[in-house]
């Protein structure tokens, strides 16, 4: 059993067991298992989670204007480095339905659209009928997820969430198993940064990218990250949501938003950095 960390709750004994057994149903019901793999935490942790468990399985990763192309990169090398067989899938969400308008069911209508897609790479691949899973964790269920409705229609499992695996449990065991990264911040996809009823663009997505790229590569003295957690969104106007002050920081700060294209901004320290506007 994983030592406490700080003051988070215990992790259960049974955790890992409980996992184990999750994943053997899977590959039991199932001709074949498929990871959408988006290069976070959870998803790397799940097929690291497999690995361990001996089951073979094919990893997708998708790629598009909503996903940075370092997370991209990213995901591609570490699939690599773990020997996975890895399919990258092209996929752009931007003129579906309910995505173009800003809806706020954006999220579940970009999720069946990745959907579609990464089932369609599975049959050119001669894997019509694999199981395609994804990181959801337990404490996912707990929050908005417009997406998570679209995966249960397509039928999509979650074997965290279903063996109650929460993100501190994922993060626990994933150090003890020599996950890379297991305290990684959660970055979701870049749509989440636009207010509801905001357009996407290709060209502004690719500039939210590169600023926050720019942002989190931002360190103090001491090496610690100058904002902490934090989100640049467009509600339309750009607004900076950060953990730490930026007092003495902030000439940095707005040399990269003026640089591209964010600036005037207005910034909000917050304890909490949501993922998702809800």
Known sequence: MVAD????????????????ERLKVCARTAPALAVALSGGVDSRF??????????????????GPH?????????VRWAEARGLRLETVPFSPLALPGVADGSRERCYACKKGLVAALRQRLAACGLPDALLCDGS????LQAHRPGLR???EAGVASPLAEAGIRKADLRRLGAAWGLEDPDQTAR???LTRLAYGCRPEASTLRRLAEAESALAALSDADGHPVLGDFRLRLC?????QHERPTASHLEQLRHILKATGFWPC?????ARISGFFD
């Open 266 to 270: 207005d910034f909000r320290q917050t």
């Open 5 to 20: 960390a700080g003051d988070e709750p215990a992790l259960p004994a049974d955790a890992a067991q409980r996992l184990h």
């Open 67 to 75: 996903v940075p192309e370092e997370e991209s990169r990213s995901a």
């Open 137 to 140: 964790n337990a404490d996912d």
């Open 188 to 190: 979701p996809c870049l």
């Open 150 to 152: 679209a995966l249960r």
């Open 46 to 63: 799940l097929c690291l989670a497999l690995q361990r468990a001996g089951l073979s399985f094919i990893a997708l990763h998708a790629c």
């Open 236 to 240: 339309p106007q750009p607004l900076l």
